[in-house]
Every structure is written in structure tokens, then in C-alpha cells.
């Protein structure tokens, strides 16, 4: 998704990509890597002393206690390296506004269930729909796409605004919807995430790639310990996060400059989570059931439910994802 033309000649964008330095790509993977790991063990040691832990329910498929504040570690290490690598620009702001505003709603969240309570639905909302806004702020927003004729077909203003809070709002919720298998949010976001990478480097959009990048790294730093059996969970705090920060990229990115159907692209790219909540919220629609109540009729719940180990569950799902990962990239090849 764009909010803004890039206007670049193919020369112009190869030199973006050669420019960026591949130097520079792999320090922002190394030190957002790095810095997840080594916060880590940190944050789960304070959440065991404060008993801040995700405890089994009929619901969950864990039978002990996690700890449950794997976001912090996620949340410093992406701004972290984000503000080395870029600095206060737009994309900086307003992940770190939004971001931030999900993370604290996000442990209060945790901080319920740690307790063995809910916490009730409607503040949640009003923080994601607000922090669905904050993009609208820095002009990162879905403005329009060309055409088939290579005209720009530019939206009204009212579905600029409605488009870009919908996109944000929906994937802050669908990489939360999808966190209940050891390994599983921060594969498939670390998976999406180096697809994005690839596409802005492509496009020859480095400093998306640098992001994307940074991404990548505190996913594959958590996934170290959340991978099965986890020693630690991100939470709310980290899944709302991490579904928010793709969501932003998406739009600020260059992925609607070439034609329609590029529209696709990163749509393709997360895939995996819209197609999972769309399964979800058809079946509970057809149930009757609340559309934000928490159950098991996810898609790792349903392979489990076949007979699938968590890491059986897992490996399938990352193929996936990789598949529509390689579509989209495909998807953007083809655009002339």
C-alpha cells in the first residue's frame, strides 16, 4: 500500500537498493536480534517475580504458567534500532505513538489475565481504533492506486481516512487473533516482515527495507524462546504491536505504484493472519457467537485438533505463509 508516488527511475531505484548498503540491513537485523535476546531473559525473570504469567484455562493448550511480558522485549528492541537506523522521520513517530499506546494497553491487558480475570473489551477498542488514527497524523495514509492505464486513481477523503484506520485497526487484531501456538505470531510475522523487505527493496523503497528488516530480527531474537515449548509469551502487548507496526509499513510502503493489482501485494505478504480471522469470524458469525470472544476455532486449534503437535501446527503454517510470501513477490515481478 502508498500514500505518496515515489516518482523514481529504475536507475534511481537501483541505486536506492545498492546505496542502502547490504552493511546496513544486516546491523539493523543484528542489533534488533541482538538486543531482543539479551533483553529477554530479563523481562521473563521480572515477570516470574511478579507473578505476571499467562495461567491455563480450558481455553489455552499450555498446562504451566508463562511468563507473559515478551513484548516489552519486542517493543525496545524494534524502536531501538528503528531510532539508530532512522532517526524521528514519520514511519519512526508513528510507530513509536502507536505503538507504544498498544503496549501499555496490551500489559494492562496481561496484567487481567495474570490475575485470572478479563479485561473488559471496550477500552481495548477505543485504544486500537485511536491508535488506528495516528498514521492519518504523519500522512501515512492509503491515498489512491494507478490503474490499468497507468493513470492514479485517487480516493475521496473520507475513504483515505475509513481504508487506512480499517487496514490498521483489522491487523493489529488479526496478529493478535492468531497468538495462541508456541512460535507461531512471531514466525509468521518475521516471515511477513522479510517479505515486505523484499518488496521495498524491489521497489527500491530502502528505508522501508531497513524497517521491515528491524522487524524481522526482534521476531527471530523472540522466537529464540517462544519457540515450542516457550519459555516466554509476548502477550497482547507484543501481538498488537507487532500487527500494527506491518500494518503501517504496508501502507507507507511502495506497494501500489505500479497498478492495481498490486493492491495485492501486501495483502499477499500477511496473508496468513486475514485468512485466518476471516475463517474465524465467518464460523462464529454462522454459530451466533461474539465476534471478539476468544475460542478455538482458529486454524491452529483445527490442526491440532487433526492430530498436529505444536511444532507439527507451527511448520505448517510458516510454509504457508512463506507461499503467499512468494506469491506476492511474484505478484510484484510481474508488474510492469
Same mark, same amino acid.
Given at each position: 500500500?502508498?500514500?505518496?508516488?515515489?516518482?523514481?527511475?529504475?536507475?534511481?531505484?537501483?541505486?536506492?537498493?545498492?546505496?542502502?548498503?547490504?552493511?546496513?540491513?544486516?546491523?539493523?537485523?543484528?542489533?534488533?536480534?541482538?538486543?531482543?535476546?539479551?533483553?529477554?531473559?530479563?523481562?521473563? /525473570?521480572?515477570?516470574?517475580?511478579?507473578?505476571?504469567?499467562?495461567?491455563?484455562?480450558?481455553?489455552?493448550?499450555?498446562?504451566?504458567?508463562?511468563?507473559?511480558?515478551?513484548?516489552?522485549?519486542?517493543?525496545?528492541?524494534?524502536?531501538?534500532?528503528?531510532?539508530?537506523?532512522?532517526?524521528?522521520?514519520?514511519?519512526? /513517530?508513528?510507530?513509536?505513538?502507536?505503538?507504544?499506546?498498544?503496549?501499555?494497553?496490551?500489559?494492562?491487558?496481561?496484567?487481567?489475565?495474570?490475575?485470572?480475570?478479563?479485561?473488559?473489551?471496550?477500552?481495548?477498542?477505543?485504544?486500537?481504533?485511536?491508535?488506528?488514527?495516528?498514521?492519518?497524523?504523519? *500522512?501515512?495514509?492509503?491515498?489512491?492506486?494507478?490503474?490499468?492505464?497507468?493513470?492514479?486513481?485517487?480516493?475521496?477523503?473520507?475513504?483515505?481516512?475509513?481504508?487506512?484506520?480499517?487496514?490498521?485497526?483489522?491487523?493489529?487484531?488479526?496478529?493478535?487473533?492468531?497468538?495462541?501456538?508456541?512460535?507461531?505470531?512471531?514466525?509468521?510475522?518475521?516471515?511477513?516482515?522479510?517479505?515486505?523487505?523484499?518488496?521495498?527493496?524491489?521497489?527500491?523503497?530502502?528505508?522501508?527495507?531497513?524497517?521491515?528488516?528491524?522487524?524481522?530480527?526482534?521476531?527471530?531474537?523472540?522466537?529464540?524462546?517462544?519457540?515450542?515449548?516457550?519459555?516466554?509469551?509476548?502477550?497482547?502487548?507484543?501481538?498488537?504491536?507487532?500487527?500494527?507496526?506491518?500494518?503501517?509499513?504496508?501502507?507507507?510502503?511502495?506497494?501500489?505504484?505500479?497498478?492495481?493489482?498490486?493492491?495485492?501485494?501486501?495483502?499477499?505478504? /500477511?496473508?496468513?493472519?486475514?485468512?485466518?480471522?476471516?475463517?474465524?469470524?465467518?464460523? @462464529?458469525?454462522?454459530?451466533?457467537?461474539?465476534?471478539?470472544?476468544?475460542?478455538?476455532?482458529?486454524? *491452529? *486449534?483445527?490442526?491440532? @485438533?487433526?492430530?498436529?503437535?505444536?511444532?507439527?501446527?507451527?511448520?505448517?503454517?510458516?510454509?504457508?505463509?512463506?507461499?503467499?510470501?512468494?506469491?506476492?513477490?511474484?505478484?510484484?515481478?510481474?508488474?510492469?
Amino acid at each position: 500500500m502508498l500514500s505518496k508516488e515515489s516518482g523514481e527511475t529504475t536507475s534511481t531505484k537501483h541505486c536506492l537498493i545498492l546505496g542502502g548498503s547490504p552493511i546496513r540491513y544486516i546491523l539493523a537485523l543484528v542489533i534488533s536480534f541482538g538486543i531482543v535476546a539479551a533483553v529477554v531473559p530479563i523481562v521473563r /525473570l521480572l515477570a516470574i517475580r511478579m507473578k505476571f504469567v499467562d495461567r491455563p484455562t480450558t481455553r489455552k493448550i499450555h498446562d504451566n504458567p508463562i511468563p507473559l511480558m515478551g513484548g516489552i522485549a519486542i517493543y525496545i528492541g524494534f524502536m531501538v534500532t528503528i531510532l539508530l537506523m532512522r532517526g524521528f522521520d514519520a514511519l519512526s /513517530l508513528s510507530i513509536t505513538i502507536g505503538g507504544t499506546l498498544l503496549v501499555i494497553i496490551g500489559l494492562v491487558d496481561d496484567g487481567f489475565k495474570a490475575l485470572g480475570r478479563e479485561f473488559p473489551v471496550w477500552p481495548r477498542l477505543i485504544i486500537y481504533l485511536l491508535t488506528a488514527t495516528i498514521p492519518l497524523w504523519f *500522512h501515512i495514509q492509503i491515498t489512491g492506486i494507478r490503474d490499468f492505464h497507468e493513470g492514479m486513481l485517487m480516493f475521496p477523503s473520507w475513504f483515505v481516512y475509513v481504508s487506512t484506520v480499517v487496514w490498521v485497526f483489522s491487523m493489529t487484531n488479526m496478529m493478535n487473533f492468531i497468538d495462541g501456538v508456541d512460535g507461531l505470531a512471531a514466525g509468521v510475522a518475521s516471515i511477513s516482515s522479510l517479505t515486505l523487505c523484499v518488496v521495498a527493496l524491489i521497489k527500491g523503497d530502502a528505508e522501508t527495507a531497513i524497517v521491515t528488516i528491524a522487524l524481522c530480527g526482534v521476531c527471530l531474537g523472540f522466537l529464540l524462546y517462544n519457540f515450542y515449548p516457550a519459555k516466554i509469551f509476548m502477550g497482547d502487548a507484543g501481538a498488537t504491536f507487532l500487527g500494527y507496526t506491518l500494518a503501517v509499513i504496508a501502507v507507507n510502503g511502495s506497494f501500489k505504484s505500479t497498478a492495481f493489482v498490486t493492491i495485492l501485494i501486501p495483502m499477499l505478504a /500477511l496473508g496468513f493472519p486475514i485468512l485466518d480471522t476471516i475463517i474465524v469470524f465467518s464460523r @462464529r458469525l454462522k454459530e451466533g457467537k461474539g465476534l471478539h470472544r476468544a475460542d478455538k476455532l482458529h486454524t *491452529h *486449534h483445527a490442526l491440532m @485438533r487433526w492430530g498436529l503437535t505444536q511444532p507439527q501446527v507451527v511448520s505448517f503454517i510458516y510454509l504457508v505463509t512463506v507461499l503467499f510470501g512468494l506469491l506476492s513477490i511474484v505478484v510484484m515481478l510481474s508488474m510492469p
